[in-house]
Every structure is written in C-alpha cells, then in structure tokens.
C-alpha cells in the first residue's frame, strides 16, 4: 500500500541529465470530465498515469463511459451515459471531482454528487461554480451532504462574471456552456493554460469557444460534440518542481517537451536566484544551477500569469538553502504553509504567520523523517530531501503521487539516491 510506503532519499547526489516532462494532470482532470459531453470516442495522449487520473476514469466508468488506458494515452467511449451520480467515495478521493458536475449536468440534465467539503490547503468553497451553473439554468439543492442537481429544461447562456478567476469555475462552466442553448460569456476567467488546452479540445470536438486564455470567454453552445484525439499539454508545476530539484542539488538538468511560455514566472525566479536557464529547439529547458543561489527577494502567488501558488512550496525548499532572506505572501489558498514545519526538521528557518512566510536561507539541512500532508507540500520535502546531508524518509507519499509519475525514478534516472520502500 502506497500510504505505508515511505519515500527514502540519501541526499547530496549533484543532479545531471534529461527528464521528459509528464502530461498535466490539472488539464488531464478538466478534459477527462469533458470527454462526457462527446457523442463519439475521445483518445487523449499524454495523460499521466497518476491516482487522480485513475480516480476520474473510475467516475466515467461509474456513470456508464468505457475507460482504457495504454501507457499514457487514455480512450474513453463515452456513447452511453447510464448513471449521473459521483459516489462519495470518489468524491472525496478527488476533491476536483467536482469538475464532473458542469459536463454531466451539461450532457444528462441531472448530476448528484456528495458535497465535496475541505481539504489539506483549508476551506476549498465551490460557491462560484453553483452560483454560475444556477444562472444557466440550473437547479440546486444541498441535502444531506450531497448537491442534487437538474436542469429540466436544459442549460441556457448566459453573461457570468466571476468575482475571482477560478480555475475549476472556469472550467466547469465551459464544460456547462458548450451544449448549452445559447452564448455564454465568462468575464474575469481563469487564464491558465490548462483553460487553453481545455477549449482547444472542446473545439477540435466541433465546439465553439473564444477568447480562452484571455479574461472573457465566450462559448457558444453546440447541438452536439463529436470526439477528437487530443495531446495534453506538458505538466508546468512537474516541469518547475523539478527545475527546482536540479537547482537545490548545484546540478545540471534538460527538460524535453516542456512549454516555455506557461513556464515563464518560474524560470524569472530561477534566473533571478542565479540559476542559468537556457531554452531551445521544442520544449527544451536547460538549467545550471551553482549553489549557493541567492533569495529572489518576495514570491506572491497569484493567478497565472502571476507566480503559481502549486508551485510556491518546493521553491520554499530551494530558498531555505539559499543566501539571503525570501518572503511569500500566499494569495491563493489560505493554509498552504504546511510543508514550512516540516522543513523546519530538516534545519530550514522558517517562520509563519498567516498568509505570510519568512525563509532565512541556511548553509546546509540534515536529513530528517518527514510527513507529507498535501502533493505540492510533499513535493517539496523530497526537493529539500535531495540537498539535506544524510537520510530523509518522506510519509504520507499517497499525495505526492497524486501528482508526480513515478518521482522516485525519474530523480534516480538523473542521478538521485532515491527509493521508494
Ligand atoms: C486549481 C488547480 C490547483 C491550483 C488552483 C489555483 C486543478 C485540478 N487544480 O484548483 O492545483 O492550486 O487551481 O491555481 O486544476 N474559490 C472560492 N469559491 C469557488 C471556487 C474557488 O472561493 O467556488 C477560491 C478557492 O478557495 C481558492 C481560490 O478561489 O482560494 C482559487 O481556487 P481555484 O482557482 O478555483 O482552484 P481550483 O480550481 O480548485
């Protein structure tokens, strides 16, 4: 069993070689949800092979859609939908499930999901999504746990404005809106790219959506969606996860196939700290790292284009060996400091106050036995774990590999003392 496992790392290993960036799950998650709204097969290519991913092919299946999966590339025949109900159990496994709420609504005119509740970054609220999904249309009601959703006379269009640019919400109403009768426009959107590669694939499927990285969208709702073959986009929170990892080891890494672009706020810091980051050919990433790097002042996350708030933890880890003093103010999520005390058993120096993190960058960490209690928190314990002197070994994996394929071999494939046991 995954939760019993322990990440065991030896650290010190300088980093040297050629990762390949895995396919992202927060676009996987959204386009797997949004195979339910096609009439034919869906063949998405690079999805990573990782439980979430499991976990929403698990929800297809529960709602009648046929799911198989050969190495990274996932078919999902979604002809017939026999059930319109997420069990609570897969609910509360994968708290994005509730993505699946737009599409089936969307498709069936009925959806019944248990409330998705809390998780490990605090209060994740879903107000947003039901209050859109009501001006198109729908109706529903909380009952005992659970959201009982309806639409009798189908979803409608119409003129939505976010009071925060959620990226779930974005989704899920782009997911409503595309068999919708009528336009919707979305103003103050998400611009992420997994917003990008979620209305690419709509289209390719013969949707009809505009403006999908900007902050209006505008879809207008097709009588029907046909299926479509469809790459995902490369993981930019793996990519700088490890980018992070090279850097905190003095080492020397090549990221083939990722996204420069959706990489920028990441590789401004990692430049900023002192890092040499050089980028060519399609998707190449080449970073040299001599340690010790230096503080890049204040991190704030924010929406993208801003710095990413997934990708703010194991940055902490890179900082707490770095010179100088690093500030992050967390704008995002209001408990995503929790990884901070963990660190702090390896010999960071960090302290917390609210949303507010001062790291003081230390010579050295030695080797400690952790916890993980959340994937990014997770990631960034083996990032420290790579650089602490002696032994750490890392609990609480099941999150971690949540989001990362098989982290413990692609570190051991660019030289990492790296095992899993
Ligand atoms: C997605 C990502 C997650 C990332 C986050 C922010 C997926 C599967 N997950 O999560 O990895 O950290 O974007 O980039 O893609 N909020 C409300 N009401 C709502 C919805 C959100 O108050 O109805 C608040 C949240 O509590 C949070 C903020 O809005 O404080 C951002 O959340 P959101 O952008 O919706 O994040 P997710 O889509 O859940």
Redesign the pocket.
């Known amino acids: 069993m995954a939760e019993q496992q322990r990440i065991i790392i030896n650290g010190g290993k300088r980093l040297e070689g050629e990762i390949p960036v895995q396919g992202a799950?927060?676009s996987a998650?959204?386009l797997l949800a949004a195979t339910v709204l096609c009439s034919g097969e869906c063949v998405l290519h690079n999805c990573p092979h990782l439980s979430d991913c499991d976990a929403a092919c698990r929800i297809l299946e529960c709602i009648g859609c046929r799911c198989r999966r050969e190495k990274n590339t996932v078919t999902v025949d979604p002809t017939v939908i026999s059930g319109t109900e997420v069990p609570t159990q897969l609910m509360r496994e994968m708290r994005?499930s509730i993505?699946f709420l737009g599409s089936v609504l969307s498709r069936c005119h009925t959806c019944r999901l248990s409330f998705p509740g809390g998780c490990e970054l605090g209060?994740?609220?879903?107000?947003?999504?039901i209050k859109a999904l009501r001006e198109m249309g729908a109706v529903i009601e909380e009952r005992h746990g659970y959201l009982e959703c309806s639409a009798p006379k189908g979803l409608h269009g119409a003129r939505i404005t976010l009071s925060?640019?959620?990226?779930?919400?974005t989704e899920n109403i782009m997911l409503a809106a595309a068999l919708a009768d009528g336009v919707t426009e979305i103003h103050n959107a998400?611009r992420?790219p997994?917003i990008v590669d979620l209305a690419n694939f709509i289209n390719k499927c013969g949707g009809k959506i505009k403006g999908a990285g900007g902050s209006t969208v505008v879809i207008e709702g097709a009588e029907k969606l046909a299926g479509c073959e469809h790459r995902i986009i490369p993981d930019r929170i793996a990519a700088a996860t490890y980018l992070y990892c090279g850097a905190i080891t003095g080492g020397e890494l090549i990221l083939t196939g990722a996204d420069h672009a959706a990489l920028r706020p990441v590789t401004a810091v990692l430049e900023q700290m002192g890092c040499s980051i050089y980028t060519y050919g399609e998707g190449n990433i080449f970073i040299n790292a001599r340690r010790p790097l230096t503080s890049p002042g204040t991190i704030r996350t924010n929406?993208h284009p801003g710095f990413?708030?997934?990708a703010q933890p194991p940055l902490m880890a890179l900082t707490a060996v770095s010179a100088g003093t690093t500030v992050f103010v967390e704008n995002?999520?209001?408990n995503r400091f929790k990884h901070a005390g963990e660190l702090v058993r390896l010999g960071a120096n960090i302290s917390v106050e609210g949303r507010v993190a001062v790291v003081i960058g230390v010579k050295s960490l030695s080797g400690a036995e952790l916890v993980a209690t959340d994937l990014r928190g997770g990631a960034a314990l083996v990032t420290a774990g790579l650089a602490a002197d002696g032994t750490t070994r890392i609990s609480g994996i099941s999150h971690i590999d949540r989001g990362y394929e098989n982290i413990e071999q692609v570190l051991r494939s660019v030289g990492a003392d790296v095992k899993r046991q």
């Open positions: 799950k927060n998650l959204p994005s993505i209060p994740r609220p879903i107000d947003f999504h925060f640019s959620s990226v779930g919400a998400a992420e997994e929406v990413p708030t997934d995002i999520f209001e």
